[in-house]
Nanobody
Framework: QVQLVESGGGLVQAGGSLRLSCAAS????????MGWYRQAPGKRRESVAT??????SNYADSVKGRFTISRDSKNTVYLQMNSLTPEDTAVYYC?????????WGQGTQVTVSS
């Protein structure tokens, strides 16, 4: 079993910043990657940023240069979000991929006002 607990969402004005955190616990002695996905109302869930177990990261084109994903030694993954725009408004989900299985957190709401 894998548990993912997200925190750090909230309401922010356009141009502002937020930092999301996701603490992973349980059967995580090995995993392929951790990452952040988001889902806006009426839209499909999309990948925002991922970081592999070796530390390499990937970003959606829409967030490159604004968002930074990182992971500490205690299996907590962070998403630093800068220069937020209303288009970033969504529920953000933490993800951990392990043996081809995607594990999800409960999601945290990020709302960016114009």
């Amino acid at each position: 079993q894998v548990q993912l607990v997200e925190s750090g969402g909230g309401l922010v004005q356009a141009g502002g910043s937020l930092r999301l955190s996701c603490a992973a616990s349980g059967s995580i002695s090995w995993f392929s990657a951790m990452g952040w996905y988001r889902q806006a109302p009426g839209k499909r869930r999309e990948s925002v940023a991922t970081i592999s177990s070796s530390g390499s990261s990937n970003y959606a084109d829409s967030v490159k240069g604004r968002f930074t994903i990182s992971r500490d030694s205690k299996n907590t993954v962070y998403l630093q979000m800068n220069s937020l725009t209303p288009e970033d408004t969504a529920v953000y989900y933490c993800n951990l991929e392990r043996f081809g299985v995607f594990n999800w957190g409960q999601g945290t709401q990020v709302t960016v006002s114009s």
